[in-house]
């Protein structure tokens, strides 16, 4: 089931060509957390963003999303900042502390320096509902995170 942010565009009234962007990738799970990033950046391109005002920054894994999105939150030239990640259960309960952790740093990054800091990480039982989400059949949810940036910065 699709959410109401999947489709394509957005109205923006915000000059969106004079915003930056932050996009913070988590390497686990990368051929997931790859075709998420490429769908936050071509959407953000769609949008008019300039390639130039969007920074991109790898973390070792969705846990330490949190903290690389404190710091590109409170840098003064980002406005907006997107973190993508893909923690899929395994046998212990690991994913569970990583969710957890993950979903509160961001609230808190967000919170703490008032800008957008946006949660594009998908949290899935196995590898085919992480692909499902990540460009295959229920859409990109880098796409989704992308737009969320976007209407946030039209609050
Ligand atoms: C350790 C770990 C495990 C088991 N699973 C995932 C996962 O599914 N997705 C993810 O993004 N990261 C995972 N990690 C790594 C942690 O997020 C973190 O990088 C390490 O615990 C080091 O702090």
């Not at 109205?11 to 932050?22: E, I, M, R």
């Not at 950046?41 to 846990?63: M, Q």
């Not at 939150?73 to 899929?88: H, M, R, S």
């Not at 309960?93 to 967000?110: E, K, L």
């Amino acid at each position: 089931m699709a959410g109401p942010l999947t489709s394509g565009k957005v109205k923006s009234k915000v000059n969106l060509s004079k915003k930056n962007f932050a996009i913070i990738v988590a390497e686990w799970n990368a051929e997931i957390t790859e075709a998420l990033y490429e769908g936050a950046w071509s959407s953000l391109i769609e949008h008019g963003v300039k390639k130039e005002n969007i920074i991109r920054k790898n973390v070792p894994g969705s846990f330490e999303l949190s903290l690389g999105a404190l710091w590109m939150a409170e840098d003064k030239k980002i406005d907006a900042v997107i973190c993508l990640g893909c923690v899929i259960q395994g046998d212990t309960p690991h994913f569970d502390f990583i969710c957890q952790s993950v979903s509160y740093g961001i609230t808190q990054a967000g919170l703490k320096t008032r800008k957008p800091v946006i949660f594009g990480v998908i949290t899935t039982l196995n590898h085919q509902q992480a692909l499902d989400r990540a460009g295959g059949k229920l859409g990109n949810k880098g796409e989704e995170a992308a737009i969320s940036a976007i209407k946030m910065l039209n609050f």
